[in-house]
């Protein structure tokens, strides 16, 4: 029995016992209520983004005639798996800063940052063994989104993007793999840059999956993004003027509640009076993934799914997870083993799935990631940009216990960060302000080695696209009592002018749906239809095609296409339109008469 409670019993009919022990308990409830709130305090103060603060000052400018140090007087943050000399780096998990010795170097590239100028002030949360990506973290605690502090910051770099979107330095770093940069700066409304896979120094980070992560940086403002960038890169300051081609992936958007006035419209708007900037493209990723990298139908089939357009990405980010969890056994199996007890409940989950993992035939994996690359740079190009929604989802609620809602959350974000990381090209988060209490944003990606492009093309169409963000945050909706949406009235508009044959007020309409949502087939096919009653037999083929890009089953789209270029004296073309137009509806008259007619004219 212990002593206090052998004095309690034997003193229990004394009155000042009691009032003993009350003080005694009273003072335990003070001091534990005080300690949560000089906790809570801190955690205020710096939104639980950091885990150590110091000051690893700069180094000294270089004498003139050399160029000033480009990020002299700036503060950055780094994530917990970056090393620091004399500091154990944690990789987000307090058993593993335990077991480990403190790092004799300092990173690479927090090096180049210091000899640029910068000043590095704190190590940042990050999400366990950089697993995951809503930002959550057991033992350090979540840090607090600033613009949705009851919801997820995102993850795995969720400490550094917390410490640029509350203004606590003026530039952070992050690792990225799956999303863990991208995704946090979307949920933060910051920029987030996840470069070309390889091209920044990884000597002095923790690794997590090697040959699909990379270093990347957050910042507020983009000329404080592409200075980080050219330092980290090694990046000439000289700006070559090139055209660029911007596609939107219609497929992914589509995976977003998101409206698209608020950001395919947006995006278009942005660039419609920019100087080298060709008109948009569109087109359906998912099925352009799936006819250009073979490999990937071994992994759909297993998964027992079609090779359409969301089936061929989800098997992508498959393949991702697998080489991802393959790659993390191989670097920290050891350890694992012993310590995976200490970890959080949902990482010890990725750990245990990852030291399971048993790939027979890892080639495969690989062999979908070069495949992969190959396609997606054949796509891109040089002058390329492909624009996707960065998230399918806003932020979650903080500690959402819904297992098929975390499940689906995680399949359809992993689905849109797999693009970047099995081509290993390069990425922006762009944020295009709020949709309800929501951040919105769109992502950039370029060719594999596009760095500086993408760079450039995103200081130069910055500061239109917060404009037209801020226009179309100000808008009130355009709909009707039924709450159709804003391209849907002016189509309504347009089909009503055609009906009263006033063709080219349809124009006008189908011209301003296109405009607010040039994603949609239907407009482009009905403006060929009034353009065809004005012989503008030019712009309705162009229209037709532009129609087609976007949805290949239009069968209106062949078949107005094959009468403007029949009206053009281009019977072949028109006869292949018609042809088209049978093989998705057999029964077709028009398209039946038509190719009769066309026969007899060509021979």
């Not at 750990?351 to 080639?363: C, F, G, M, Q, W």
């Not at 996707?388 to 806003?394: E, G, K, L, W």
């Amino acid at each position: 029995m212990s002593k206090s409670l052998t004095f309690i019993q034997t003193n229990a009919s004394n009155p000042k016992t009691w009032v003993v022990i009350g003080v005694t308990v009273a003072g335990i409830v003070i001091l534990a209520e005080t300690r949560k709130r000089r906790i809570k305090a801190l955690r205020e103060e710096h939104f639980g983004a950091f885990l150590d603060r110091f000051e690893l000052l700069p180094f000294p400018p270089p004498p003139p005639p050399a160029a000033k140090q480009t990020l002299s007087g700036l503060t950055f943050s780094i994530s917990d798996a970056f090393d620091i000399k004399d500091y154990i780096t944690g990789f987000g998990s307090p058993q593993w800063k335990k077991t480990h010795e403190a790092a004799e170097k300092t990173a690479v590239v927090v090096t180049t940052l210091l000899r640029n100028g910068a000043t590095c002030v704190a190590k940042t949360v990050m999400d366990e063994m950089g697993f995951g990506i809503t930002g959550e973290n057991k033992h350090y605690g979540t840090p607090i989104n600033p613009l949705m502090p009851s919801n997820v910051p995102g993850g795995c770099s969720s400490g550094s993007a917390v410490s640029v979107a509350a203004e606590l330095v003026d530039f952070a770093l992050g690792i990225d793999t799956t999303g863990g940069v991208r995704i946090p700066a979307s949920f933060c409304g910051v920029l987030g840059f996840r470069p070309s896979q390889g091209t920044v120094s990884s000597v002095g980070v923790l690794p997590n999956s090697q040959s699909l992560e990379t270093a990347g940086w957050f910042a507020r403002d983009p000329s404080v993004l592409c200075h980080v960038g050219h330092a980290l890169l090694n990046l000439s300051a000289v700006t070559h003027k090139r055209q660029r081609s911007l596609i939107f992936a219609d497929d992914l958007f589509e995976l977003s509640d998101v409206p698209k006035q608020k950001s395919v419209h947006v995006v278009r708007k942005a660039i419609e009076n920019l100087p080298g900037y060709q008109p948009p493209k569109h087109m359906n990723v998912g099925q352009y993934v799936a006819s250009n990298v073979p490999s990937l139908v071994e992994f759909c089939e297993k998964s027992g799914t079609s090779q359409d357009s969301a089936s061929s990405l989800k098997a992508l980010a498959s393949v991702m997870l697998s080489i991802q969890r393959h790659e993390f056994k191989t670097n920290h199996e050891e350890w694992s083993q012993t310590c995976k007890s200490f970890l959080g409940p949902r990482f010890s989950s990725d750990v245990v799935t990852a030291l399971k993992s048993r790939n027979e035939n890892i080639k495969s994996l690989y062999r979908v990631k070069t495949e992969t690359r190959a396609t997606i740079q054949s796509l891109l190009k040089e002058d390329g940009i492909l624009v996707i929604p960065t998230v399918a989802d806003p932020p979650p609620k903080l500690n959402t216990k819904n297992k098929n809602a975390v499940n689906e959350f995680l399949d359809r974000n992993y689905a849109l960060a797999s693009i970047a990381s099995m081509s290993g090209c390069c990425q922006v988060t762009v944020p295009l302000g709020k949709h309800g209490d929501s951040p919105i944003s769109v992502s950039f990606l370029a060719y594999y080695g596009g760095d500086k492009f993408l760079l450039d093309t995103i200081l130069e169409v910055y500061a239109s696209l917060q404009d037209q963000a801020d226009i179309a945050a100000s808008l009130a909706p355009v709909t009707d009592s039924n709450g159709i949406e804003p391209s849907e009235v002016m189509k309504e508009k347009g089909n009503a002018a055609y009906k009263g044959r006033q063709w080219n007020k349809a124009v006008s309409c189908y011209t301003e749906a296109i405009k607010l949502n040039g994603a949609n087939a239907t407009y482009f096919c009905n403006r060929a239809a009034a353009y065809l009653e004005l012989g503008r037999f030019q712009q309705a083929e162009e229209d037709c095609t532009e129609a087609i890009l976007i949805d290949k089953k239009n069968v209106k789209a062949y078949l107005r296409r094959g009468t403007a270029r029949e009206s053009l004296i281009r019977y072949k073309e028109s006869a292949a339109d018609f042809k088209h137009a049978l093989v998705l509806e057999p029964q077709n008259k028009t398209a039946k008469i038509a190719e009769k007619r066309l026969r007899k004219l060509m021979s």
